[in-house]
């Protein structure tokens, strides 16, 4: 099982990135996915959520209206549109897949840096 995060860097303040994760190694379609992020000094917290079709999704609230998760399972890959970036925003982002209670992986993550 493998999900490897791409996309991320450093952006100024205001300026949008769109993170990727890639997955193998397991039935991508019957998973839930979500970014999380951890900032240091912080506990890792939930950014957004995707149910495996696709149809529902859920953000954290200080996420709204800025973020957008998407996934393309034809590709195996779950996105994050991610614009109007602050520099709260500066964290490591793990991509996450769950199914059921016994089933979850996560991505060894990637940095992003929001910062002029």
């Known amino acids: 099982v493998q999900l490897v995060e791409s996309g991320g860097g450093l952006v100024q303040p205001g300026g949008s990135l769109r993170l990727s994760c890639a997955a193998s190694?397991?039935?991508?379609?019957?998973?839930?996915m979500s970014w999380y992020r951890q900032a240091p000094g912080k506990e890792r917290e939930l950014v957004a959520a995707i149910s495996s079709a696709g149809g529902l999704t859920n953000y954290a609230d200080s996420m709204k209206g800025r973020f957008t998760i998407s996934r393309d399972n034809a590709k195996n890959t779950v996105y994050l549109q991610m614009n109007s970036l602050k520099p709260e925003d500066t964290a490591v982002y793990y991509c996450?897949?769950?199914?059921?209670?016994?089933?979850?992986?996560w991505g060894q993550g990637t940095q992003v840096t929001v910062s002029s």
């Open positions: 996450h897949a769950r199914r059921g209670m016994r089933n979850d992986y």
């Open positions: 190694g397991f039935t991508f379609s019957t998973y839930a």
